[in-house]
């Protein structure tokens, strides 16, 4: 059964890498602005227009 | 008669708004104003046309008058640096604040701006918050190129004496964020730790070690939750305890330490799984509805000082030269130049023999006043003349708009306010500590003392007052976003509360009931021909007089044409030659009419070769169903009208109003105010609408006030509710919507309560167990969530309000 404790220890540690990635991220502003990027992401590359 | 040119159904390339009066054609495209003209050349030479094809005419119209600016100030480091955030050698970071912005090709342009001006590196908008910002090269360009670049572009950004006290208050928002992440991890986490003892019923494969090491994980999971997370919780009931008050925290503080403790309790003495998972939800849960209902319009602020409606800038005569400087250097003594629809930003002497200033924004008067030389114009005023020279005779901060701005009364809702869903709250809450302590009694009573704690603590535990206020939280944020989305801003869930209590209905006149750009204008009186048309626009052209602009407006014909023997004589009227006509426009005084008319609109008589052909009838406005709207109004409330303006239209305005006794004209601010005053001491609920600087008092003291703005006002008094003016006329659905907030919660109340008298009726027998609480709280928190959302969209449709 104590292979039990390992899975918690693994499951855990993948966890708390999200919460940290989560919080560095927020520190980062990705959630300051919660609607220009979803419009920004489907602009067209003006440059790669032209060279077509 | 009739408008000269009138092409209907020609929608501007740029704006999209319908081109009235003069239409401009240009690469095959129509245009309804030079303004946007020149802002598609721009774009086109830059090849930035891809502008339009991502909105259809996204463009911001160019049509209203728009005071000139002077960015000549920007130049001036002091200012400059108050603006720019960021410098890295001769990289400057600076934001901007602009209104304008609306829409994803607005998003597009303005993050291209590098494309038209290559000394700017990058631009990125949040959009949201309405904000720019631009990094830019100050080697290559300035401060100044990009806010003149902006304002070509149609964006001009909003500078105010405000942006140059520097503000920031992100970080807020931002520990929001973490708490509901760090907490909704935690709770996940413990959730899923708990699951194997809940269906091993406590004692998980009874292996002594692994339940410790579970156990001791959840709590550790929990410190978090308990000390971080619910930090606000305990410090607002604290400062209330300290003083000696109850608030809304209060027993939801308590049931998260009786939580806590006892969990700790089950796991350190006992080995048992505590209730950790459900304290770590409730958190959560709370936290996100908080979220939800404070999620505030960043780009809308509620609070403005007078220094954002005043200009940043003035023109200053110095040494015989106009330099531009920034109005904080701006004193007492000093010579300024103010130009047509340009804004007098301090009290001053005017200098010129005589112009015409709008006082609207100020004192809610409609006409245009004459101010000669010598006399005391008021900051706020709006120049409607052509240039003039002031002294400045008060600094900015002493001015008569400043005293109207700084005489404010209280801070209306303060923490303390109690709301319905609140008070319920804490008779729920205290109706369940006595059921805990009875419960208790009754085992003790029958000898059994450790079922009689176990019912006491489990009690308090279940039956915390979180449904209801989750419920409160979910429903004021679902009704917040449904009433943005229909135009009607409000500032914060407690001013939903008292539009739902209000009975009393005050309306100020201009600018609210009536548009503030346009006035209606006809020509009523026999058919003139073209060429008299041409000869009135010409004589009306020469003059500066406000009555006579807008018959040249409303005429609208050749500039060119020569007027001779022109005359104009004060208070009676202009006459002049032209075409080879005679036009006289005056009163019916001057011009000999015998006829009576009521008084109660402004008319300007037209003789042609000495002979009356009729008069124009100027009206102001009144918006789109305004009248239906204020009829139907008076039925369910008691209305009123304070206007600033004269009497004139007391008359067709009577029968729209609860009583003739509830009009008042000539309101000075503090008049409303007392007004209000009076009525509330009626115990009234009073909602003030009303639009200008001259409302914000009467706001101020008002339950609600309501601000209704147009499109393109960048300016607001301190208000509760902004109302965007073209959904005025829905404001009886708007506020029915809001008044069914109550029936919302009732129902939301009733579900949990059917939740708490289950969970009761366990934890009364003692026999509460973590898993019995484990189920209960994430349903019943779904459940109310879920019909608070359903619910709230239910009315809106019932009200035909866009979801």
């Given amino acids: 059964m104590s292979v039990m404790l390992l899975l918690i220890g693994c499951s855990l540690t993948v966890a708390i890498g999200f919460l940290v990635a989560f919080v560095w991220n927020t520190k980062q502003g990705q959630f300051d602005d919660m609607h220009t990027p979803s419009v920004r992401m489907l602009f067209e590359d003006e440059t790669k227009e032209n060279d077509n | 008669m009739g408008k000269i040119i009138s092409e209907n159904n020609t929608v501007c390339y740029h704006c999209g708004e319908e081109c009235r009066g003069e239409r401009i054609h240009f690469h095959e495209k129509d245009f309804c104003c030079v303004g946007c003209k020149s802002v598609f050349e721009i774009l086109e030479q830059n090849e930035l046309c891809t502008y339009y094809s991502i909105t259809r005419s996204p463009g911001v119209s160019q049509q209203l008058p728009r005071v000139g600016s002077y960015y000549d100030f920007l130049d001036d480091a002091s200012v400059a640096d108050k603006l720019i955030h960021f410098k890295d050698g001769d990289i400057f970071h600076v934001k901007f604040r602009i209104p304008g912005m609306h829409c994803s090709s607005c998003i597009w342009l303005l993050e291209n701006l590098h494309k038209i001006n290559t000394g700017i590196q990058s631009s990125r908008v949040t959009f949201m918050e309405k904000e720019l910002q631009v990094v830019y090269n100050s080697e290559e360009t300035s401060l100044k190129d990009i806010v003149i670049l902006l304002k070509k572009i149609g964006y001009e950004p909003n500078l105010s004496l405000d942006d140059l006290q520097a503000k920031q208050q992100k970080k807020e928002s931002r520990s929001q964020i973490y708490k509901i992440g760090i907490a909704g991890f935690c709770f996940g986490n413990i959730m899923m730790?708990?699951?194997?003892?809940?269906?091993?019923?406590?004692?998980?494969?009874?292996?002594?070690?692994?339940?410790?090491?579970?156990?001791?994980v959840s709590l550790s999971l929990s410190l978090p939750v308990f000390f971080y997370c619910a930090q606000e919780f305990f410090v607002s009931s604290w400062q209330h305890i300290k003083q000696k008050r109850i608030n809304i925290d209060v027993p939801i503080a308590l049931a998260i330490l009786i939580t806590f403790c006892v969990s700790i309790y089950l796991i350190v003495f006992e080995h048992k799984l505590g209730f950790l998972d459900s304290m770590s939800g409730i958190v959560f849960f709370m936290l996100l509805g908080r979220f939800f209902q404070n999620k505030g319009y960043h780009y809308l602020s509620f609070q403005r000082s007078y220094a954002s409606y005043l200009p940043i800038s003035v023109n200053k005569w110095i040494a015989g030269k106009e330099v531009n400087i920034p109005l904080t250097a701006a004193a007492i003594g000093d010579q300024i130049v103010i130009r047509n629809n340009e804004v007098i930003p301090a009290d001053a002497l005017l200098m010129n023999d005589s112009?015409?200033?709008?006082?609207?924004?100020?004192?809610?008067?409609?006409?245009?006043?004459e101010k000669h030389k010598n006399e005391i114009i008021y900051a706020g005023a709006m120049l409607k003349?052509?240039?003039?020279?002031?002294?400045?005779?008060?600094?900015?901060?002493?001015?008569?708009?400043?005293?109207l701005w700084n005489s404010r009364l209280y801070n209306k809702y303060d923490a303390n306010t109690f709301f319905t869903a609140e008070r319920m709250n804490l008779w729920f809450s205290a109706i369940v500590l006595f059921l805990g302590f009875a419960a208790c009694m009754y085992w003790v009573g029958h000898g059994e003392y450790s079922v009689g704690l176990k019912s006491l603590i489990t009690v308090w535990i279940v039956a915390c007052p979180c449904a209801l206020l989750l419920s409160t939280t979910f429903t004021n944020g679902n009704m917040l976003t449904i009433l943005a989305g229909n135009g009607m801003f409000i500032k914060?869930?407690?001013?939903?509360?008292?539009?739902?209590?209000?009975?009393?209905?005050?309306?100020?006149?201009?600018?609210?009931?009536?548009?503030?750009?346009?006035?209606?204008?006809?020509?009523?009186?026999?058919?003139?021909?073209?060429?008299?048309?041409?000869?009135?626009?010409?004589v009306a052209n020469v003059s500066?007089?406000?009555?006579?602009?807008?018959?040249?407006?409303?005429?609208?014909?050749n500039v060119a044409m020569d007027v001779t023997d022109f005359v104009s004589q004060d208070g009676k009227g202009i006459s002049g030659r032209a075409n080879g006509l005679h036009v006289q426009l005056g009163s019916q005084q001057w011009l000999g009419i015998t006829t009576l008319f009521s008084n109660s609109f402004t008319r300007v008589f037209v003789a042609i070769d000495k002979e009356v052909a009729g008069y124009f009838e100027i009206r102001n406005q009144y918006r789109e169903s305004i009248f239906p709207l204020l009829k139907s109004l008076r039925n369910q409330y008691d209305t009123h009208l304070l206007s600033g303006d004269n009497d004139a239209e007391k008359l067709h305005l009577a029968d729209m109003f609860s009583s003739t006794d509830n009009l008042r004209f000539h309101c000075l601010p503090e008049d409303k105010t007392a007004y209000i005053k009076s009525l509330q001491s009626q115990n009234h609920t009073v909602v003030m609408i009303g639009d200008g600087l001259n409302d914000a008092n009467a706001f101020e003291q008002s339950d609600a006030g309501i601000a209704v703005i147009e499109q393109d006002q960048n300016y607001l008094p301190a208000c509760d509710v902004i109302l965007k003016a073209n959904r005025i006329h829905r404001?009886?659905?708007?506020?029915?919507?809001?008044?069914?907030?109550?029936?919302?919660?009732?129902?939301?109340?009733?579900?949990?309560?059917?939740?708490?008298?289950?969970?009761?009726?366990?934890?009364?027998?003692?026999?509460?167990?973590?898993?019995?609480?484990?189920?209960?709280?994430?349903?019943?928190?779904?459940?109310?969530?879920?019909?608070s959302f359903i619910l709230s969209r239910y009315f809106a449709w019932k009200y035909t309000l866009s979801v």
């Fill in chain 2, 731 to 787: 404001l009886q659905k708007l506020l029915q919507f809001v008044g069914s907030t109550n029936t919302i919660l009732y129902v939301a109340f009733v579900v949990s309560l059917l939740y708490n008298i289950i969970g009761l009726s366990f934890a009364m027998r003692g026999l509460l167990t973590p898993v019995v609480a484990a189920i209960l709280m994430p349903v019943s928190t779904i459940s109310i969530v879920g019909i």
């Fill in chain 2, 492 to 538: 914060n869930a407690a001013v939903l509360e008292k539009l739902r209590d209000a009975d009393t209905l005050v309306f100020d006149k201009t600018g609210t009931l009536t548009h503030s750009h346009q006035s209606e204008i006809d020509f009523i009186g026999r058919e003139l021909k073209a060429n008299e048309c041409e000869a009135i626009f010409a």
């Fill in chain 2, 355 to 369: 112009a015409w200033f709008d006082y609207s924004f100020v004192t809610g008067e409609s006409n245009w006043v």
């Fill in chain 2, 544 to 557: 500066i007089h406000p009555l006579s602009r807008r018959i040249a407006k409303f005429i609208d014909g």
């Fill in chain 2, 193 to 216: 730790l708990s699951f194997p003892d809940y269906f091993a019923g406590g004692h998980f494969l009874n292996d002594g070690m692994l339940n410790h090491v579970f156990n001791y």
């Fill in chain 2, 385 to 403: 003349s052509s240039l003039v020279n002031l002294t400045i005779s008060k600094s900015p901060s002493q001015s008569y708009i400043t005293q």
